[in-house]
């Protein structure tokens, strides 16, 4: 569990806060080509000219501090998950019934996520809505629903603002929503290619100033040790010769001796793939999210003061849909955790940066989470388990890995150590042990063991759950800052991308156009992507 102890214990709670400063647009719907083409034409009228005036009253402020925005994205993070964090964080700490957690405190409205391609979505065209302000299909990353490449608030803030820009995520810095804010591909499995374009390989140049996270073995020669390119090129070298950038860390000490002065652009990489769950993060081996946060935070606003010129940060609590995925409340719970301390963060750091706003969504919930199960045909108590919880030590995932990789086990190992221990749970039924220890013969994989010994806990705490996928609930939708009074109530996700265009007087046809017409962008057809690839299962 996370000890950051930055956590809000308030005693009332304002679902819609007022700005601590002074204080729109349309959604997408897939229609048929010709109305696309009319609609996109008025659209683009209109557009430009909010982005005109945006422009002009953002500039004709000469005194105002430069204006910087923080957008957060809790990966599969849905309005049951933010109870169950709050409730389980008030009865373990022994706190009054009205305590909230830091992302109650900025509560404004929803977000509706349905993709151009399915009402239950996907990250990549989750993230695609956030960054490009259009929907499209599940798997796109940075295209629109053609596959035509969209200009992203990201790269319209480096090239038409020349702010700094930074990604920080627990997930691979690949992964579809970090890419789809820096890359451009028809799918979002393409990760080699997404490294390419993070680095500088890429139409527009470098737009990427910082990135922390995981997924170093993208960007490492197939021929070494831990690298999973297709190809021998080593991006990380690449990456300091050819695109310019000063720094690339691997390592926890190398984290810690960066500084507000660090030079730009830098990466750290602190995992060959997704960085590890909270629940089983090693402190001296990985930084947190709070803390690459901070970090982050310190070294953008030192350099985009410097240069006047502000910046923007995408976040991403990454795992909270992963754990969701395997429908692992310990893992999940503690992801959750970890994102509230990252919030606090980051709103201190909007309290003391005037020009700053934070944005905190979902792409789409994970899990179909419920806090409440029936468990017998009897009619259910109203109740549920925490404490169940609690005694959990290590993530199913981590269990599962490890289970596996016993070449050969003590009768007792899998019922002490594996349940008893780490999972805390002494009932456990033969049936549910007989599971585990046969699961050589029963030819079970890594997944199916991560998903028995999750249901073993879910079931003991009274926690449910519809579906190891998506759903297509409304998600929350969080802001703090300025002008943040304007996503109060529900609003498409693409209302989000346009909230941060206005806000930054950005200009995203202008980046399509010139995506368009510097790059020679490959459908998913001629890399032999067929339908049920690109429309089947995607986290």
Request: hydrophobic share 35%; aromatic share 8%; with cysteine.
């Amino acid at each position: 569990m996370s000890t950051t102890p930055i956590r809000n214990n308030q005693s009332s709670y304002d679902a819609i806060p007022s700005d601590p400063e002074s204080q729109g647009a349309n959604g997408h719907r897939k229609a048929s080509k010709r109305t696309r083409v009319v609609l996109s034409t008025a659209l683009g009228v209109i557009a430009v000219a909010a982005i005109t005036v945006a422009s002009v009253y953002y500039w004709t402020a000469p005194d105002a501090p430069p204006r910087n925005v923080i957008m957060m994205v809790s990966d599969g993070f849905g309005p049951a998950s933010e109870t169950f964090a709050r409730q389980y964080y008030a009865w373990d700490n022994e706190l009054p019934y009205k305590t909230i957690l830091p992302l109650d405190s900025i509560h404004v409205g929803q977000s509706r996520t349905q993709s151009s391609s399915s009402l239950v979505t996907d990250s990549a065209a989750g993230a695609t809505a956030f960054s490009c302000g259009l929907k499209s299909y599940n798997g796109a990353i940075g295209v629109d629903p053609e596959e035509t490449p969209c200009g992203t608030v990201l790269e319209s803030a480096k090239i038409h603002q020349n702010m700094l820009t930074g990604l920080v995520v627990t997930s691979r810095v690949t992964h579809a929503t970090p890419a789809a804010f820096s890359a451009h591909v028809a799918w979002r499995d393409w990760e080699n290619d997404i490294a390419l374009q993070q680095i500088g390989e890429n139409p527009l140049g470098r737009t990427v100033d910082l990135m922390f996270g995981g997924g170093r073995c993208q960007f490492l020669t197939n021929q070494t040790v831990g690298g999973c390119r297709l190809d021998t090129r080593d991006l990380l070298t690449e990456a300091k010769t050819t695109y310019g950038w000063k720094t690339v860390l691997d390592s926890r000490q190398a984290f810690d001796a960066l500084t507000d002065e660090s030079e730009l652009p830098l990466m750290g990489l602190y995992a060959p793939s997704h960085m590890s769950y909270n629940i089983d993060r090693d402190p001296a081996i990985e930084p947190s999210l709070a803390e690459m946060s901070s970090k982050a935070l310190g070294i953008l606003s030192k350099a985009s003061k410097q240069q006047n010129t502000g910046f923007f940060l995408l976040i991403e609590g990454s795992r909270i849909d992963m754990a969701a995925h395997t429908n692992d409340p310990a893992a999940h719970l503690q992801e959750i955790l970890a994102y509230q301390d990252t919030i606090q963060i980051v709103k201190d750091f909007v309290d003391a940066n005037p020009g700053t706003v934070v944005v905190s969504t979902s792409d789409h919930e994970t899990g179909g989470f419920t806090l409440g199960r029936q468990t017998t045909p009897d009619y259910p108590e109203y109740k549920w388990e925490p404490a169940v919880i609690k005694r959990v030590k290590r993530s199913a995932e981590s269990l599962a890995r490890q289970l596996i990789a016993q070449k050969s086990f003590k009768p007792d190992y899998i019922k002490d150590y594996i349940i008893k221990e780490s999972l805390g749970i002494t009932d456990a039924t033969d049936s549910e042990i007989a599971y585990l220890e046969k699961w050589q013969e029963k030819n079970l994989t890594s997944s199916n063991i991560e998903e028995h010994l999750a249901n073993m806990v879910s079931v003991r705490a009274l926690i449910g759950w519809t579906t190891h996928g998506h759903t297509a609930v409304d998600v929350n939708l969080y802001a703090y800052g300025p002008e943040s009074d304007k996503l109060r109530g529900t609003h498409e996700n693409t209302d989000i991308g346009d909230f941060i265009s206005e806000y930054l007087g950005l200009d995203l046809a202008a980046i399509t156009s010139q995506l368009k017409s510097k790059l020679s962008f490959t459908a998913s057809k001629s890399k032999n992507v067929g339908e049920n690839m690109r429309y089947g299962h995607s986290m």
